[in-house]
């Protein structure tokens, strides 16, 4: 099996990316919601809202990862939420997955000095779980992740 390279995702990568990202989708049975300009808009101008890797071997996509920084005043420190991470399915099992989440922390701007890494796992999953557990990551004792969107976002946005 030729080498795996890991790098940082570069504009010219966006449509790529957008086929790695949405090949997760259908692995999962996800909605995919992200178009080609929504990556480019959100991740590749200024200020990015995320940074992306890529892993190919030769001229092939086998691997994408999609993290943004966060910040925790109780972790004292910032942090990426990997909000994506996809393997191909022929090359899983091989340490790639592993590969780009120490990547993240590499490559990850240098300003943010990573501390963490957090991300979520569809209960319905239990393979990633087992998978990020054989990492070490643990699940948050006492905590319970909220999205607020839709209708109630636009509520709150304007505050009526």
Same mark, same amino acid.
């Given at each position: 099996?030729?080498?795996?390279?890991?790098? &940082?995702?570069?504009?010219?990568?966006?449509? &790529?990316?957008? &086929?790695?990202?949405?090949?997760?989708?259908?692995? @999962?049975?996800?909605?995919?919601?992200?178009? @080609?300009?929504? @990556?480019?808009?959100?991740?590749?101008?200024?200020?990015?809202?995320?940074?992306?890797?890529?892993?190919?071997?030769?001229?092939?996509?086998?691997?994408?990862?999609?993290?943004?920084?966060?910040?925790?005043?109780?972790? /004292?420190?910032?942090?990426?939420?990997?909000?994506?991470?996809? $393997?191909?399915?022929?090359?899983?099992?091989?340490?790639?997955?592993?590969?780009?989440?120490?990547? /993240?922390?590499?490559?990850?701007?240098?300003?943010?000095? $990573?501390?963490?890494?957090?991300?979520? $796992?569809?209960?319905?999953?239990?393979?990633?779980?087992?998978?990020?557990?054989?990492?070490?990551?643990?699940?948050?004792?006492?905590?319970? $992740?909220?999205?607020?969107?839709?209708?109630? @976002?636009?509520?709150?946005?304007?505050?009526?």
């Amino acid at each position: 099996m030729s080498a795996i390279e890991i790098r &940082r995702a570069e504009r010219g990568d966006a449509e &790529r990316l957008h &086929r790695a990202l949405t090949q997760l989708s259908r692995d @999962l049975g996800d909605t995919h919601a992200a178009d @080609l300009d929504i @990556l480019l808009r959100h991740g590749f101008s200024e200020p990015p809202a995320f940074f992306a890797l890529i892993a190919t071997r030769q001229t092939d996509t086998v691997g994408a990862l999609l993290a943004s920084p966060l910040f925790s005043t109780t972790r /004292a420190g910032a942090g990426l939420y990997v909000s994506d991470l996809w $393997v191909a399915e022929d090359t899983r099992g091989s340490g790639l997955g592993r590969q780009l989440l120490a990547a /993240a922390l590499d490559l990850a701007p240098a300003t943010w000095t $990573v501390t963490f890494l957090k991300l979520a $796992v569809y209960h319905d999953n239990p393979d990633a779980s087992r998978f990020y557990e054989r990492l070490g990551f643990e699940p948050r004792e006492g905590e319970t $992740v909220f999205d607020l969107r839709g209708p109630a @976002l636009t509520k709150l946005r304007n505050r009526s």
